[in-house]
């Protein structure tokens, strides 16, 4: 398994501002993931981050929203820019060490836009 | 508390009993299944998982059932004790050219009542 964390692990924003959240995994794995749970909802797959070149995002998400880098095998950070209300949720972060493996989760940031 | 299962069903099982949350899932090509346990305020563990080979997975305390023909799982949770009071999401895998994608059902709140 892999011990992932995320910073923040909440915040309250205002609206129009933008938030960068970083993800960093113990040990190197091959794919990250950027997930969305708004309030009493599942979770929504936002983007993967793939490492030395551009995320792929989902339908309904776009890179200007959610700029998302991943500069090496062990760290990721997604943006929520241009906040507003609907952006309150929590954002989580994934990774699988190989293919064939379990994805494991941080503990997720939970956002508020007010 | 966080908002995680507020708008979720919910069974409520008698601490000792057995429980069973069901799962239907939507892609016939799915090839590899997990459940997941959320408690509040974190993110989510890895309960067990299922390769679509088979129809039966036994951990400690939990078994997964599979039936590919009506696409549907199930975790059955033996003797539930109050620390298995969470929200259980079924995810389901497939492999797309870009990477795993795993999309996540519903969830189910499970309240263990003392």
């Known amino acids: 398994s892999a011990v992932i964390s995320q910073k923040p692990s909440r915040d309250i924003c205002q609206r129009g501002t933008s938030l960068t959240i970083q993800c960093q995994v113990d040990?190197?794995?091959?794919?990250m993931f950027w997930y969305r749970q708004q309030p009493g909802q599942s979770l929504t797959l936002i983007a993967t981050a793939n490492q030395g070149s551009e995320a792929t995002y989902e339908s309904g998400f776009v890179i200007d929203k959610f700029p998302i880098s991943r500069p090496n095998l062990t760290f990721s950070t997604l943006t929520v820019s241009n906040m507003s209300p609907e952006d309150s949720s929590i954002y989580l972060c994934?990774?699988?060490?190989?293919?064939?493996?379990?994805?494991?989760f941080g503990p997720g940031t939970r956002l508020t836009v007010l | 508390g966080e908002s995680v299962g507020l708008h979720l069903p919910t069974l409520s099982v008698q601490e000792g009993d057995n429980s069973i949350i069901n799962c239907a899932y939507s892609n016939s090509a799915s090839d590899y299944f997990i459940w997941y346990k959320q408690e509040s305020g974190k993110g989510p563990q890895f309960i067990i998982d299922i390769r679509s080979n088979m129809d039966k997975r036994q951990g400690q305390r939990v078994t997964v059932l599979l039936n590919k023909t009506v696409k549907h799982l199930s975790l059955q949770i033996a003797a539930t004790q109050p620390g298995d009071s969470a929200v259980y999401f079924c995810?389901?895998?497939?492999?797309?050219?870009?990477?795993?994608?795993?999309?996540f059902g519903g969830g189910t709140r499970v309240l263990v009542k003392p």
């Open positions: 995810a389901e895998n497939w492999r797309a050219a870009a990477g795993n994608k795993l999309t």
């Open positions: 040990s190197q794995v091959t794919m």
């Open positions: 994934s990774a699988e060490k190989t293919v064939t493996d379990t994805q494991y």
